[in-house]
């Protein structure tokens, strides 16, 4: 297969065109300085390129505060972004890999999401996502829906290098620990985009590694995963205000995740070993 990488330059993108590599697929891998997506000439004429069979979206714009004032920008990227992708592919016959969140949901539930649930987002970010959803669902012929959520990995900010840097520069950390979620790998989400790739089962799916947290319980195993003897104290959200409301329990469930690929991510923690294993060879 030939695949096209766009958002490339990040850290998703970035894992997933090692993924695709390692299994010797050819991959052109895009960044956003060779391939703006809310441009739809310039997307149109890179497919018409490098003729690609799939496209994989990595593209986004994920700054969730920063959102709320400057939502026009969201939406270009994250909502008209995938619109110019979903109209090339449906011209070009291409397959769309579109990556999408699970702050397309209220976070009100409180049990695993699953795919067909109302989605129903909170803040400006989880609105972009949402259209570009919609878009996707109604313009590209044959897709793979994937929300994920919580991510972290090689090659770009997250909340672990956060969580590390924080712990460097202060005595105590507060965190927030009544908002729920699963976090996620990106080299296990990249491994399990190839798999729903080569499985030829179009839709929608939640990956993300096995297992529920709250952001305060995954710093404090980051911490432990460390050696790092930082105090840490739980908080509520009502206490850590941010300008973007987040969704209290946004934990995904993977059904038919098993039942197409033929298994599921590693528990969260195990993720977080072997992601802190790699960093210390960097």
């Not at 976090?183 to 729903?196: H, I, Q």
């Not at 104290?233 to 206490?239: G, I, L, N, Q, W």
């Amino acid at each position: 297969m030939h695949i096209l990488v766009t958002g490339a330059g990040g850290m998703l993108g970035q894992a997933v065109t090692r993924e695709f590599q390692g299994r010797n697929q050819t991959v052109t891998a895009l960044n956003h300085a060779r391939l703006d997506i809310t441009d739809l000439a310039a997307v149109k004429q890179a497919l018409a390129e490098y003729t690609p069979e799939i496209i994989i979206n990595c593209a986004a714009y994920t700054k969730v505060d920063q959102a709320e004032t400057d939502y026009g920008a969201a939406v270009q990227v994250n909502a008209l972004g995938v619109r110019n992708l979903a109209l090339a592919c449906k011209e070009t016959g291409a397959v769309l890999v579109h990556i999408s969140t699970d702050y397309v949901f209220d976070g009100q539930k409180n049990e695993p999401l699953r795919i067909y649930d109302e989605r129903h987002p909170v803040n400006a970010y989880g609105r972009s996502k949402y259209l570009g959803e919609r878009f996707l669902e109604t313009i590209a012929p044959r897709y793979y829906l994937v929300r994920t959520s919580w991510l972290f990995g090689p090659g770009g900010p997250n909340f672990v290098e956060t969580i590390m840097k924080l712990a460097r520069e202060k005595e105590t950390l507060t965190v927030v620990d009544d908002q729920w979620g699963c976090p996620t790998y990106t080299v296990d989400l990249a491994r399990a985009l190839v798999c729903l790739v080569e499985s030829g089962c179009y839709g929608v799916y939640h990956i993300t590694n096995q297992g529920a947290t709250t952001w305060y319980r995954f710093a404090r195993e980051i911490l432990a995963a460390a050696g790092v003897k930082t105090n840490i104290k739980p908080v509520t959200t009502a206490a850590f205000p941010r300008p973007a409301r987040r969704p209290a329990y946004s934990v995904l469930d993977s059904f038919p995740l098993k039942e197409t690929i033929g298994y599921l991510l590693p528990p969260w923690q195990d993720a977080l070993k072997r992601y802190f294993a790699e960093r210390s060879t960097d």
